[in-house]
């Protein structure tokens, strides 16, 4: 659906993206992933055809964005930063004057109204812009990218500035318009990512580093294969236990956490899942396991582990 191959930029000697490339299938929701001036925003102006690149193309859905930038940019909502309000309209002379603006030819009064319905903006309607929370101005700008029912849409920071109710609404609204769009998402904030995107992209000083699923960037990333246990059953007999599955390189106990319950550390030999193998053990001696947490990079270390060293993922 969406893909950018061998992207490049320069503003004068100042090299903002170095032969960036990667694909957005059609219907996947796409994680947007940099530090400041990593290069995200000038990726993001180039696919929307704010900005020409020095190398390198773009296409959406089979149009170059610079070759064909009227059929491209059809196929393109986009909700930056700073939603492109006009605060002294209401929504709904502003929804009309970007259906007027994009020379949509789908029924007008129909697709508003279905648009608003799907953003829940139905309430504030006929309300100035001015007068709405930031929450309904965000979703009044992620209405704007909806307009023309746009098979991609492109989110910078749809969540910025709201309060943790509102960012679990958009949130949830980007969940749902997944289903029916293909979408490219960027964020600063990483448990969003992490529960909405299929797959993450991570730029550093212009270079593309990372290019998967968080879960195969956490096991890439991480060496350490160690777990935390919480077990119901006695000490002695529950490592000798532990111990003796195959694929243990350490067992560690951690002491009492409540009466007849220990926590313990155990350490896995590279490329060994042993959990069936431990809950095999303690359900057939009816020890109840009560807690297992892995030691897997989440997204936030992934992230900072990545722009920090700039290593590259293959």
Known sequence: MIEVSHLTKKYGQ???????SFHVNRGEILGFLGPNGAGKSTTMNILTGYLSATDGTCTINGHDILEDPIEAKKAIGYLPEQPPLYLDMTVKDYLNFIYDLKKVKLPREAHIKEICGVVRINEVYNRLIKNLSKGYRQRVGVAQAMIGNPEVLILDEPTVGLDPKQIIEIRNLIKSLGERHTIILSSHILPEIQAVCER???????????????????KNLSTDRHYRLLIDGPEEKVCSALKSITGMREVQTLGKREEGVYEYQIEAEENVDIRREIFKRLSERSWPLLGLRSSELSLEDIFLQLTNEGGEQK
């Open 200 to 218: 993450v992209v991570v730029i550093s000083k212009g270079k593309l580093v990372a290019d998967d699923t968080t879960a195969n960037l956490s």
């Open 14 to 20: 100042n090299l903002a993206l170095d032969d960036v």
